[in-house]
């Protein structure tokens, strides 16, 4: 005999938990056949059905205009369905990610994909390295640590972007290695001294945004 669940308890896992969404999901499930208004409970058959439906018809965003537009071109076909930033598809509540997501996008669309940091500490390069999209190739340079000029030459001439984080952990021998302004790679370089992982990314996308301006 198959097994079922509330309708409400698998809505709420699919990210449909406030009363709102929860309506919409479940109008959507009963124009589709998958189960009737009023029923409370759903066959587990159905679940694949039911999470195929809901990611095709709805784009799950928190009402930020960043998440909203990159939720939009991503899923063009789905309706926005606004939800709890825990519950949005683009930034599940997390700066960091909504930053990432951002920067990544501008990189893709100019085939930027090797990057470099210089500084941050070890608990801030771990998380880039969980954030980090498949496609990049992220080279990641202790700051506190002895740099000579030849390695910093190399990572200028490798990278296609390269933050240089100077409210880090990053000593100032290290860090001029990369900000010299007769260096060709200048253009490569995103020098900021502001704190935090969405901060960084950030920076970096505003200087993407930079060089696509004619």
């Not at 470099?116 to 990641?140: H, Q």
């Not at 933050?163 to 880090?168: D, E, H, L, T």
Request: glycine share 6%.
């Amino acid at each position: 005999m198959n097994a079922d669940r509330e309708i409400g308890e698998v809505l709420s896992e699919f990210g449909f938990a406030d009363p709102a969404a929860t309506q919409e999901a479940r109008e959507a499930l009963v124009r589709a056949g998958l189960t009737r208004p009023g029923k409370a409970r759903i066959s587990d058959a159905k679940l694949d059905k039911v999470r195929a439906l809901l990611e095709a018809t709805f784009a799950r965003t928190c009402t930020d205009a960043t998440c909203r537009t990159a939720l939009s071109r991503s899923k063009p076909a789905a309706a926005l369905l606004t939800v709890p930033k825990g519950a949005c598809e683009h930034c599940g509540g997390s700066d960091n990610l909504k930053a990432m997501r951002r920067l990544s996008a501008l990189c893709r669309a100019r085939h930027l994909h090797r990057v470099v940091v210089v500084g941050g500490s070890p608990s801030v390069r771990e998380e880039l390295i969980a954030l980090k999209p498949p496609e990049w190739n992220l080279r990641l340079i202790d700051g506190t640590e002895r740099r000579t000029g030849e390695k910093a030459r190399a990572d200028l001439e490798w990278a296609h972007l390269l933050f240089v984080w100077g409210s880090s952990e990053l000593d100032h021998r290290v860090s001029k290695l990369y900000t010299d302004t007769a260096s060709p790679h200048r253009h490569k370089v995103v020098q900021l001294a502001r704190r935090g992982i969405a901060a960084l990314l950030n920076a970096g996308s505003e200087h993407v945004e930079r060089l696509q301006r004619p």
